[in-house]
């Protein structure tokens, strides 16, 4: 047995391929969100291992037979919930290639393209976000970029490196008065960052919005709640603002929250996971300004920049800060570029030691579609979404929740279609009504989208971000949207809201 | 463009599979360790992302001609260094479909299939390590196991269900009495852990160990350790316990550490990082008595089990424990598989909440070798290893430091060979010697070795654990490391110490 044998290794991936070029072919025959019941593949499988070697054909079809019905298909292009996770070729090919080499990049030595690549990459991506040059890397300046796998990393190391920056100032026996700062419409991520560093849970202040601004964070409000904290003797040191929040892609205002964090030497962490990917467009990167005030800027590509999982990229002004409480040495690991001072270690700059071959999929993604390419792939989602939120206006038994910013549009059967009078806080009719409407769409398997809620109201999300997803699919949807609403509201779909008949004027927006 | 069109995925995907094919075809014409010098591919590379789209058939050059230099073959079988990443056909194709499904199953929900392959295989393992079945996940206890990415993770997830539990109980205003346990051996990353979940540095007890105990920790040491910790009003929530140090492969012995550590009511976690895979043949599995007594356990199949980075499974005895403190809720992800608490959310058991289809490629591979074929690759290894321990002894210049266990064998050039009488404290012109032997080696690219240093010894180790690693490897390597130690020290090197030499009872040995 030679398990890494190069003719079987040929033989066995060119299945492999054609497996999965046949999946992507066929991908629409299957319903979108997995109808399974809860220990559907455990009743299916057997309790222990195989003794005897099985062959890559026989594995295969269990593929398709036991595992493929309990797949949630991400990247179907009926697939409009959550976020997506937009896969590509580029990326597949990337993640191929560093499986391939499979080297485990700690430190410089250990591979010097996996932290050279990286650090290029990086620098690229910081450009075409045009980012602030400080958080480069460069000869004169202390910033610098890395890749982590999510969101939830770039919160824990940076708020790591706040505290410590901050303890190390003011006696490390002041833990218990340190206060982080958000939104009610944050990422958990945050609060779970929190827990794990270990800032006392009592002292994480999700700072209410309200629809009166979109649910953005206002200055004003965060400067209420920090001032209250300093008058009672607690130490404020971070913020995570958000560009493009979870539920309705919302945009905090970042040049005034930094110059309100800047005041109080707090560290301000910018999280753009979804909406950062958009930035590359020139018209979408006004929404980024102000994050010149920042200390950090974490996105995720594996969200919307035809990136496979896991991919957030983060960058820091001051990576002596981040690296400082990450860093480790290990008599096993010391070497001669280390002492040197001459390169980037990148085991010091995240959570774990060990770390793949990240930046080859992004290296990939970035040449095999250029940049022109991966702006025309933003555009044409955002023009989508749009045309889905003109559908949505025309047809006045729905309404818009909150203003849609890039690919989500937030949307509901309002409340007095169904007969309901919400101003007497009468939102759980509303919610029952656009609930069961939901499950009755996602219940088709043609298409799945999801709900979130915000200020009391629930939505549905209809969120553009699959690499395959198309106009032709974005009308099938609304037109099944209109007709389960039909269904359960006993009415006639109004004949002006469909795709084709989207006015001159919505056309001309796109 | 449609970067998943599924005809150009089949022809991209087919030229990479072949790129790779070639790639182990040749390995051996790559030197092992990269040559390049720092700042090699940042002066190569453009310091923009390309405008324009480019081609797969130039990206593959590049990856020839730039990428290709600077890495460091881990997959060569000449590769000696650290511990291998051993990876495997199996693996990668696992890889590839869940880069091809690209899922992402932080719930249950949202790709049933995901969550529960991983329940299905972690299972399996646990009954091939012959874990306790309060480890497992069964209908009347509180076991389980989860598929994270690093043994940093699993000390992070422990160690803050630990820190959670113990405050829980004795009020949160004690943390700065939390002491932690492990000995001068414990791999850094348990040093990292508890700085990312804020246990005061000065709490971390290191306990020292020496070799005449070939540098175990004993339940003697640090039962007096701890004695006085409590004795100075300190709390002891958490021992790290290790089968396979890094350094030396050293095993703790876990029975009395576990009983001692009970006493306490600690939490033993065992970190069997390296050693692990080669508890799943009957003859190793002793090293893993006494982690009945344990809390939770985990080992990275990315190091010795055929499985590309990064896999480290985790079990833990309680899983409310570790689920506990590491649990979020948004509204986004209410759903009603999640409130019947008839499924696994794995969300909850990790640090971030986005995760990948990690289980297909475990399965893939314990299907595709089965549990004969994993057992004979960690024999044949272990053979590998004892052969080269076996030229060493017989070769007189040369020294054991420390006794072998499985596949790494530590050595040196003994101080009386370079006339260095050690006993008067002068392990420096002996570790020097060493030192230089060691780059000597490395330099020639043909193999790579990593060195470490125990009790002041410095000491080469000889890691056998790269997936194509022949007998002939091994040989060659023994034969290199002869001439460079005859050349530096102006020798003969001496007959009787080939392979083809091995005694008989060595040969039946193995």
Chains 1, 2 share one sequence.
Not at 100 to 110: A, K, Q, R, T
Not at 264 to 278: F, K, L, T
Not at 356 to 385: D, E
């Amino acid at each position: 047995m030679n398990p890494l044998d190069h003719a079987e290794f040929r033989r066995q991936g060119h299945m492999v391929i054609d497996f999965l070029a046949d999946y992507y072919q066929n991908i629409n025959n299957y319903p979108v969100r997995s109808e399974v019941n809860p220990g559907y593949l455990v009743e299916r499988l057997p309790d222990c291992a195989p003794l005897l070697p099985e062959s890559i054909e026989r594995i295969l079809k269990d593929v398709d037979n036991d595992i493929i019905p309990g797949i949630t298909h991400w990247q179907s292009p009926n697939f409009f919930a959550y976020f997506a996770s937009s896969g590509s070729t580029a990326s597949f090919l990337g993640e191929m290639l560093m499986n391939g080499f499979n080297i485990v990049g700690f430190n410089w030595l250990s591979s010097p393209a996996a932290t050279e690549l990286e650090m290029v990459v990086m620098n690229w991506l910081s450009k075409l976000l045009q980012l602030p040059r400080s958080f480069s890397f460069s000869n004169d300046g202390d910033g610098g970029g890395v890749l982590l796998g999510t969101t939830c990393e770039a919160i824990i190391c940076t708020l790591l490196a706040a505290k410590e920056k901050m303890l190390d100032k003011i006696g490390r026996t002041n833990t218990e008065k340190l206060v982080v700062y958000c939104s009610d419409q944050t990422h958990v991520s945050l609060q779970k960052a929190a827990k794990i560093v270990g800032i006392k849970p009592e002292n994480v202040r999700k700072v209410l919005t309200t629809k009166s601004t979109n649910f953005k964070l206002t200055p004003e409000s965060l400067n209420e709640v920090i001032k209250r904290d300093v008058e009672a003797g607690l130490i404020p040191i971070y913020l995570c603002a958000t560009v493009g929040t979870t539920s309705t892609t919302t945009v905090d205002p970042l040049a005034p929250l930094c110059e309100l964090s800047s005041k109080y030497n707090m560290w301000v962490h910018v999280d753009a996971a979804y909406a950062g990917s958009a930035c590359i467009c020139p018209e979408f990167r006004h929404f980024l300004d102000g994050v010149e005030g920042a200390s950090s800027f974490s996105f995720n590509a594996h969200k919307w920049l035809l990136t496979n999982l896991a991919c957030c990229c983060l960058w820091v002004k001051d990576k002596s800060a981040l690296t400082k409480p990450l860093s480790t040495n290990s008599e096993y690991l010391t070497n001669k570029a280390t002492e040197s001072g001459q390169v980037v270690d990148y085991k010091d700059w995240q959570i774990a030691l060990t770390r793949r071959f990240q930046a080859l999929k992004l290296w990939m993604v970035l040449r095999s579609y250029g940049v022109t390419g991966l702006r025309a792939f933003i555009r044409n989602h955002v023009k989508m979404a749009k045309n889905f939120e003109g559908l949505v206006t025309m047809d006045s038994r729905f309404e818009i929740v909150v203003p849609r910013y890039f690919s989500v549009v937030c949307f509901r059967v309002s409340p007095c279609s169904i007969n309901i009078n919400e101003h007497h806080g009468k939102n759980y009719e509303a919610n029952e009504f656009n609930h069961k409407l939901l499950e009755s769409i996602n219940a088709t398997g043609l298409i799945y989208m999801t709900h979130s809620v915000v200020g009391g109201v629930y939505f549905i999300r209809f969120s553009v971000g699959a690499t395959l997803t198309e106009d032709r699919h974005v009308q099938l949807a609304w037109e099944l949207v209109q007709d389960k609403a039909t269904s359960l509201l006993g009415t006639q779909t109004p004949k002006t809201a469909s795709y084709s008949k989207l006015p001159e004027q919505i056309g001309s927006m796109l």
